[in-house]
């Protein structure tokens, strides 16, 4: 049993209807409530918000838009879509926005439909390095369809923003190659993004500047890493990662014709019916993120972030970069064990309840389902309550693991502990 009584009641009637279904359902409850989530991208959204996707919103087509929809019935749908459209614009500072992108990547690629025509070349970073698959990686339809051009970090390491991006670089590529668009905002990257250089890069080669906020959304709407608006033009987001909402996507614009080409790029030209369930959720997670206890949480995530980071330094691992600024850290572990790959790690840590995963340090030797590195996250562990002085906890309990090289006695005893603390920092 958990302590949210519809949850409870949730798996009571599928144990009634469908004991197979609620097998699966009270055991992913059991993980997710007796583990240390540190996925960066990951979060534990509050009952009203969990619940809120699990309404009759689902029942319902609603292709259109508020006022105009291709079904009928669709007016409370239209009062829910709105309310979600009003709030995002409030939290964000923005005059327009689509809040039925499904996830982040169709989020993206509406931008590309609504603004690049196929072949178009545009930048953005080495994808390695921190970017995502949907900026440009080969088997997607952003670098099938598109030519993309990648700018760096700095990789010299006397440099003293070392692994931070080469603005100069950036702007040197985006002037020989004239990319229709520049992407910023990525998966991994643990410092503050200047969007007024790229804004200046941008009107250097004529370029639409689009932010990808998707990791800080959280951090952006509570004012806790500075806006892509007013710099950006087109400026997406998903809506589950920091920003604590249902899993979605979100596209945001202050200029009209943008905001109408997007508007037909999501429907009809990538997406059919929305997730109108999906949209009420986000409708009342952006409620909550307007709270003034949201800001005081992601101070805390950033808080914590930089306690963790720290504490693994102290125990020997690089933290690329030399630490963080946001809610993540990419952790060399080649400068605790030179044998120690990021696959072995994740694997080791999760049978210990450390939930993480391997990532590409910059510039990494090793492929990427090896990897040399993992990228660890605050903001699952401060919803849960966790502070600074618990992030010392949670980086001991990793580094037994790892020293270990996940001996199945340490990673017996770090479960227990783990789970002990799990006990004492409840989910929402
Ligand atoms: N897959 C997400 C992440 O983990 O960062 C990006 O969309």
Known sequence: MSHDPIADSVLGLLRARDPQAADILAHEQDRQATTLELIASENHVSPAVMHAMGTCFTNKYAEGYPGARYYGGCVFHDQAEELARERARALFGCKYVNVQPHSGAQANASVFLALLKPGDTFASLVLADGGHLSHGLKVNMSGKWFNPVHYPLHYDQSHPQFEQIDYDAAEAICIEHKPKMIMCGYSAYPRVIDFARFREIADTCG??????????????????????????????????????????????????????????????????????????????????????????????????????????????????????????????????????????????????????????????????????????????????????????????????????????????????????????????
């Not at 109408?260 to 409620?287: E, N």
């Not at 790959?341 to 492929?367: C, F, M, S, Y």
């Not at 699952?380 to 992030?391: F, I, N, P, Q, S």
Request: hydrophobic share 40%; proline share 6%.
């Open 207 to 428: 370029a639409i500047l689009m932010a990808d906020i998707a990791h800080i959304a959280g951090l952006v709407a509570a004012g806790e890493h500075p806006s892509p608006f007013p710099h950006c033009d087109v400026v997406t987001t998903t809506t589950h990662k920091t920003l604590r909402g249902p899993r979605g996507g979100l596209i945001m614009t202050d200029r009209e014709e943008i905001a109408k080409a997007i508007d037909r790029a999501v429907f009809p030209g990538m997406q059919g019916g929305p997730l109108m369930h999906v949209v009420f959720a986000k409708a009342v997670a952006f409620g909550e993120a307007l709270s003034p206890e949201f800001k005081t949480y992601q101070q805390q995530v950033v808080k914590n972030a930089r306690a963790l980071a720290d504490a693994l330094a102290k125990r020997g691992y690089r933290i690329t970069s030399g630490g963080t600024d946001n809610h993540l850290m990419l952790v060399d572990l080649r400068t605790r064990d030179a044998d120690l790959t990021g696959a072995d790690a994740e694997h080791w840590l999760e049978r210990a309840g450390i939930i993480t995963n391997k990532n590409g340090v910059p510039q990494d030797p090793r492929p990427p389902k090896v990897t040399s590195g993992l990228r660890l996250g605050a903001p699952a562990v401060t919803t849960r309550g966790l502070k600074e002085a618990d992030m010392e906890t949670v980086a001991d309990f990793i580094d037994r693991v790892l020293a270990s090289k996940g001996d199945d006695g340490v990673c017996a005893q770090v479960r227990a502990d783990v789970k002990a603390t799990c006990e004492r920092f409840r989910l929402p």
